[in-house]
């Protein structure tokens, strides 16, 4: 795919994100976009599709299975369908002993579903279970929409699912 057919898959946004992240390397390394460039496309639609990464290795003009390779090692990034707010609880050592395994039991009853599902409204999903999300000093932790939620108790987390629309 060419640099002109990937700017029509692509929104302005989207585009615009890609060129920002390819600002700050030099013009052969364009291709160190692709994180920035995938997060833009799943934050527009909540998970990456194979139509649109395609436009993204088009526009980066780089073999679109090294933007797959990308897609499918990080963990931040959805290749099916997922809920519109993605919850992810760590549950490392530090957040298990401060109550991790609580808040993931209170949002699987609260929500009805286990981790890996969304509920069927389709506005959360439960992420699997982080092996550690590198905030040990103020556990437990959960990433909501990738924004840390830090010294959660339930209270805390009925209240942060309560603001989300």
Not at 23 to 29: E, G, I, L, S, T
Not at 48 to 67: C, D, Q, S, T, W
Request: with cysteine; net charge negative.
């Amino acid at each position: 795919m060419t640099e002109p057919e990937s700017e029509n898959l692509l929104s302005e946004y989207v585009r615009g994100e890609i060129e920002a992240w390819m600002a700050r390397y030099p013009v052969d390394r364009k291709q160190s976009a692709v994180l920035g460039a995938l997060r833009a496309l799943q934050h527009e639609d909540g998970h990456l599709e194979v139509e649109k990464m395609n436009a993204v290795a088009g526009y980066l003009e780089m073999p679109a299975i090294a933007v797959y390779e990308v897609a499918s090692f990080y963990s931040m990034f959805e290749l099916e369908p997922v809920g519109k707010h993605t919850l992810s609880v760590c549950t490392n050592l530090s957040c298990m002993l401060c109550g991790a395994d609580e808040i993931v039991e209170h949002l699987r009853s609260r929500l009805g579903i286990g981790p890996g599902e969304s509920t069927p409204d389709g506005k959360f999903y439960l992420k699997n279970e982080e092996e550690c999300l590198a905030a040990c000093c103020v556990a437990p932790v959960m990433q909501v929409d990738h924004v840390y939620q830090e010294n959660l108790t339930v209270e805390k987390v009925d209240r942060i699912l309560e603001e989300l629309d």
